[in-house]
């Protein structure tokens, strides 16, 4: 996760974070990415059930019952122990989270235990009772995922008529008093959306978006096809900076992040570096203080069936079952060689990430698509699109 309007626009400096403890669970959920001793972030996926059917899905999901779900109770033992751990925040995802019977009561649950409670959902099934529901759950935001206006929408998530009602859920929400935010996987097919997505920030006034970089994995390995060229990848963050520099030069601030792909923050260094910014020293220092990809050291995931995951993406090296062991012995005390291995990875890196002189800011990118191309999970990243100039000299 890179914040373009933090590191670009001047909203965050070192000194925020340095204002606070290094522990994860006392920092400020607007500057968590640069928290120093990371406890996860857990995105808990307690449903594969959906009421669409997304092409670039990461779990799969589709609208069918009879799924191994973790019960309320064994939920309920899953948020007392990460809150246990002091993780800062758990991410109540899907497929849909509101067709989970219990989510509200779930959420809940998770405040009352300390959690900052929050959800990822297409939007379309908040009604006005289910956003006053959400908001008497204490829930602290919610992501609403829409990958186009109007039909471009609609067609990735293969309902007519997903637009309009992500759109209402979104109003819904704001009149309830929650902290809403948009959700948007750029690929080929939908990359020139992106003004329109900025416009519907300002027409709805709606304080957040995050960009996501298109990950191979779920049925987002069926449409590799469609992911952005080294190019397109560069073009896109450049129009994402220049967007959100217009808004702050306008008064119109929002936070504007790019998710899945953290070449985006030697980028937008590089870029501040070229236009002789007095900040490049200081973005740098945050860069550094994210780490990068956090896959299992900053981001866990927990599956429906309670498998455990380095991250929500990762969904074919399962960790360990809560069934069998809590999630703080798996994150924590695991035999498994993943978790060693990401917690340590720089060294076992191959290819253009293994001479990169960034890896302190990057660490690597996202494993997961070096082995949905190249079947080696230490590969290079195939999304970066860093020249090899770049990645060779270190300004």
């Given amino acids: 996760m890179v914040g373009i309007s933090k590191l670009y626009c001047a909203t965050v400096e070192p000194s925020d974070v340095l204002r606070y403890s290094a522990d994860s669970s006392s920092v400020p959920s607007h500057i968590l990415q640069f928290s120093a001793n990371k406890r996860p972030v857990v995105v808990w996926n ?123 859920g979104i109003r819904n929400c704001k009149k309830a008093g929650i902290k809403v935010g948009l959700r948007f996987t750029v690929t080929k097919s939908n990359r020139c959306e992106i003004p329109a997505i900025f416009h519907l920030l300002e027409q709805e006034d709606i304080p957040r978006a995050c960009f996501y970089h298109l990950v191979y994995t779920g049925r987002g390995k069926e449409i590799i096809d469609k992911a952005l060229s080294h190019a397109q990848s560069r073009k896109t963050v450049h129009q994402i900076i220049d967007r959100t520099a217009d808004l702050y030069a306008r008064g119109v601030g929002k936070e504007i992040l790019t998710v899945g792909n953290h070449a985006d923050g030697v980028y937008l260094y590089l870029r501040l570096k070229r236009e002789g910014s007095s900040r490049a020293a200081s973005v740098l220092k945050l860069l550094q203080m994210n780490g990068g990809n956090n896959s299992g050291i900053g981001i866990g995931s927990v599956s429906w069936d309670g498998n455990v995951y380095a991250d929500q993406f990762w969904r074919n090296h399962s960790l360990g079952n809560i069934k069998q062991q809590s999630f703080s012995e798996i994150w924590n005390e695991t035999g498994h060689p993943l978790i060693g291995s990401l917690r340590n990875r720089k060294p076992l890196l191959k290819g253009r990430c293994s001479g990169c002189v960034w890896k302190d800011v990057c660490n690597g990118n996202m494993r997961v698509r070096a082995e949905a191309v190249h079947n080696d999970i230490w590969a290079e990243d195939p999304a970066c699109y860093l020249t090899e100039q770049e990645i060779a000299v270190r300004v």
Avoid at 47 to 54: A, G, W
């Fill in 46 to 168: 307690v449903t594969k059930r959906c009421n669409l059917r997304c092409v670039h899905c990461y779990s799969k999901s589709m609208n069918l019952d009879g799924v191994d779900e973790l019960s309320t109770d064994q939920g309920k033992r899953l948020l007392d122990d990460l809150a246990g751990q002091k993780c800062p925040v758990v991410l109540f995802s899907g497929g849909e989270p509101l067709m989970r019977q219990d989510l509200m009561d779930l959420i809940r649950y998770a405040h009352k235990a300390g959690l900052r409670a929050v959800i990822s959902t297409n939007g379309t099934l908040i009604t006005p009772r289910v956003a006053r529901e959400l908001k008497s759950s204490d829930v602290s935001y919610v992501g609403v995922s829409i990958d186009g206006i109007g039909e471009t929408n609609d067609r990735f998530r293969c309902m007519e008529g997903a637009f309009n009602s992500a759109i209402q």
